[in-house]
């Protein structure tokens, strides 16, 4: 079978972009990866987006996006998974190219949900949950996982001092991470401090409402090497998985298991052929605290009912056993929801080359984990170092 | 924002939301809503079935930053409802004081105004979940 390579890495800082629009910021990050690449043209190209519908008034993001990039008549489209769409979109690329239908394949993951008033924000995002049966009710997103942070709390005894501790590293991360949204350290008591948003989730245990765009650029060896792309750029795309588990949350068999990543990974690590002891480092889907927990344990980081005590001990920063979030995960570095999966990827790259502003010592194996809705549709994609 | 055409939208999800209407698989599975496939077995053998609408809270927010729509509303208490025969239903809770919302407490089911649209004038209505009324 053909073996895929990343060959080129780029991004666009998160943030509040407001004198850029959707366009210019896909546009800047793939041709950062383009130029990382040394290359000039690509077979395809696919989008990950979620709502650029709703937030901005455009779909047909194929087109538009490969057209404003100059790459000509190529095949392009817009993948959607919700907040998983950027870790589906990568997932698509790879699919193309060991096919063998595309042989250089551009993913660029964008969202632009800064246009929109907060309280639309807020109900556009809650279009992944179940629109009849849960925004209906009046659930945001935050609402939803505020109901599976108090059921986890209650369940394993864990408080929300202990929760806190995944943003507390999240943001020390962060901090050293150019492109981050946030890019300062934060103590427990600042997350404790902050108000609640759907209690107990608090400001602090959640993600932003930011811009961002990310892009890989995805080949064989044997093209890399026809390019002329250094051996030092490539990274294997060694493994991946996706699934999906019930929309509705109160239809989930176990509200604590994270079913869609546990059946997504298993996929991911029999592909790579490694397990989850051999993983350097995670980047998991901390779009709220208690999803950080859930994530390491549904990925057989922490068994059932201990992610938040990985956190507690310690084992969660750069330097210890299981680092995660390393250059600030969704939490500080910030979650353009449908981009979040291409950014992860991108940082899984710049950490297997030994290019991250925080890194893990001889990092060889990363793991990616993209969470769409509240858990429902999840990708996992496991990296390494060529 | 985006308006779907909320009257047949709305009337479709009739039974369900002022009834309280599950399904039940030939392997006696309960869910809610009604399927045409059991969650639990994939049996095409579904029939209707109406819930009791007694449960507990088996979690619960307040939710202060809704979605567009439901800004009147805020704050109010949001939970997910374990039926007793089985199902979970999430939905609101009302008539009650959210300091008095706990672990297992038990609620009933109660007709009562979702929401409103100022545009078109539809007033949703559906489920929501209170302290039994003595």
Not at chain 1, 19 to 32: Q, S, Y
Not at chain 1, 63 to 92: R, Y
Not at chain 1, 200 to 206: E, H, I, S, T, V
Request: charged fraction near 25%.
């Amino acid at each position: 079978m053909r073996k895929a390579v990343i060959i080129g890495a780029g991004m666009t800082p998160v943030g509040e972009h407001w004198k850029l629009g959707l366009r210019d910021l896909a546009v800047e990050a793939l041709l950062n990866a383009m130029d990382d690449a040394g290359i000039d043209k690509v077979d395809s190209l696919y989008v990950g987006n979620m709502i650029s519908g709703p937030f901005v008034e455009q779909e047909n993001l194929g087109a538009l996006i490969a057209d404003w990039a100059g790459l000509g008549n190529i095949p392009a489209v817009k993948i959607e998974a919700a907040c998983a769409s950027g870790g589906a979109a990568v997932q698509e690329g790879v699919k193309a190219v060991l096919s063998g239908l595309e042989d250089v394949v551009a993913v660029v993951g964008v969202e632009k949900m800064t246009d929109a008033w907060p309280s639309d924000a807020t109900r556009y995002l809650a279009y992944a949950a179940d629109a009849e049966w849960e925004l209906f009710h009046g659930a945001s997103f935050v609402a939803l996982n505020a109901l599976v942070m108090r059921y986890y709390m209650k369940t394993y005894g864990y408080t929300e001092e202990d929760l806190a501790l995944f943003a507390v590293n999240a943001h020390a991360n962060g901090a050293k991470n150019p492109y981050a949204m946030f890019k300062r350290p934060i103590k427990v008591e600042t997350v404790l401090k902050s108000p609640y948003v759907a209690d107990p989730l608090k400001l602090f245990d959640a993600s932003p409402v930011c811009d961002g765009a990310a892009s890989v650029i995805i080949t064989t060896p044997e093209k890399a090497k026809e390019l002329g792309v250094p051996k030092e750029k490539w990274v294997e795309v060694a493994g991946m998985g996706r699934a999906i588990d019930t929309i509705s949350l109160a239809s989930r068999e176990d509200l604590l298991t994270l079913k869609a990543a546990k059946v997504a990974a298993e996929r991911a690590y029999k592909m790579a052929g490694v397990e989850p002891k051999d993983i350097d480092f995670f980047e998991v889907h901390d779009a709220f605290t208690v999803m950080a927990a859930l994530s390491l344990e549904a990925l057989g980081a922490a068994k059932k009912g201990e992610g938040a005590k990985l956190a507690k001990e310690g084992q969660i920063a750069i330097d210890a056993d299981y680092p995660i979030q390393t250059m600030g995960g969704l939490k500080a570095r910030g979650h353009p929801v449908g981009a979040t999966g291409v950014y992860q990827t991108v940082e899984a790259v710049l950490q297997l080359r030994g290019e991250a502003p925080s890194q893990v010592p001889d990092a060889e194996i990363g793991l990616t984990q993209n969470i769409g809705g509240t858990g429902s549709n999840i990708t996992v994609n496991v990296f390494r170092r060529v | 924002m985006a308006r779907p055409m909320q009257v047949s939208r709305y009337w479709r999800h009739f039974r369900e939301k002022y009834m309280l209407i599950g399904g039940k698989c030939e392997n006696g599975h309960v869910h809610f809503p009604k399927r045409s496939i059991c969650p639990v077995c994939g049996s095409r053998n579904v029939e209707e079935i109406e819930l009791s609408g007694k449960g507990k809270v088996i979690s619960w927010t307040i939710v202060r930053n809704p979605p567009s729509g439901f800004e009147y509303y805020k704050p109010f208490p949001l939970a997910l409802i374990e039926l007793e025969e089985g199902p979970i239903v999430l939905a609101q809770l009302t008539d009650v004081d959210p300091e008095e919302i706990d672990f297992g407490m038990e609620v009933e089911v109660v007709t009562k105004k979702i929401r409103e649209f100022e545009e078109d004038g539809i007033i949703l209505y559906g489920y929501k979940f209170r302290p039994p009324v003595k």
